[in-house]
């Protein structure tokens, strides 16, 4: 099964900050990538798939980047909505595999 | 709209049976692959298990391989979920979610349902 490598666990940052999350895969799955956000009650939601194509009206505050096996999601400026936990997924092959989810708190 | 309503859940003793269904509105559900996602309480995402667009071909995490069986009926546009043999650890929130592209298998999630709670206590 395909590993995924997700980091901070958790952060805490302020409204307009930047932020980022990392994910890392155990073994390449080329772009084979998908950023979800959760908020608490809620099911997830897609931003990015394959990588670093927005979702549809998903804000472009949002982003996300491929290098190798590493990955990332980058919010350019927080917004109050923002804050949630964040969760990659490779779907390369079965089973899909999530990363453990990272929480972005306010400081 | 594009929509998808699970139901199903609710507390069963361990050992005993459950089926979860999934309905789908808005868009042709015959056309795309849908999946079972779950979330025990306070963890993360688990994916559970797919099925094709046709029904053909299915895929299961190990943790649930030869206890749960997914399967849909494109005429009443409904995926299911036949969960046997449940344990105190399959207690979680299902979500069930569709392919982003038509007549694939094998893609990100795009839509999601809103989940279905199941709990497994004696």
């Known amino acids: 099964d395909i590993q995924m490598t997700q980091s901070p666990s958790s952060v805490s940052a302020s409204v307009g900050d930047r932020v980022t999350i990392t994910c890392r895969a155990s073994?390449?799955?080329?772009?084979?990538l998908v950023w979800y956000q959760q908020k608490p009650e809620q099911a997830p939601k897609s931003l990015i798939y394959a990588s670093s194509n927005l979702e549809s009206g998903v804000p472009s505050r949002f982003s996300g980047s491929a290098s190798g096996t590493d990955f990332t999601l980058t919010i350019s400026s927080l917004q109050p909505e923002d804050f949630a936990t964040y969760y990659c997924q490779q779907y390369k092959s079965y089973p899909y595999t999530f990363g453990q989810g990272t929480k972005l708190e306010i400081k | 709209q594009v929509q998808l309503v699970g139901s199903g859940g609710g507390v069963v003793q361990p050992g005993r049976s459950l089926r979860l269904s999934c309905a789908a509105s808005g868009f042709t559900f015959s056309s795309y692959a849908m999946h079972w996602v779950r979330q025990a309480p306070g963890k993360g995402l688990e994916w559970v298990a797919v099925?094709?667009?046709?029904?053909?071909?299915?895929y299961y995490a190990d943790s649930v391989k030869g206890r749960f069986t997914i399967s849909r009926d494109n005429s009443k546009n409904t995926l299911y979920m036949q969960m046997n043999s449940l344990r105190d650890e399959d207690t979680a929130e299902f979500y069930c979610a569709r392919d982003r592209q038509q007549l694939v298998l094998g893609d990100a999630f795009d839509v999601w349902g809103q989940g279905t709670t199941v709990i497994v206590s004696s």
């Open positions: 099925i094709s667009y046709d029904g053909r071909e299915t």
């Open positions: 073994q390449g799955i080329s772009t084979w």
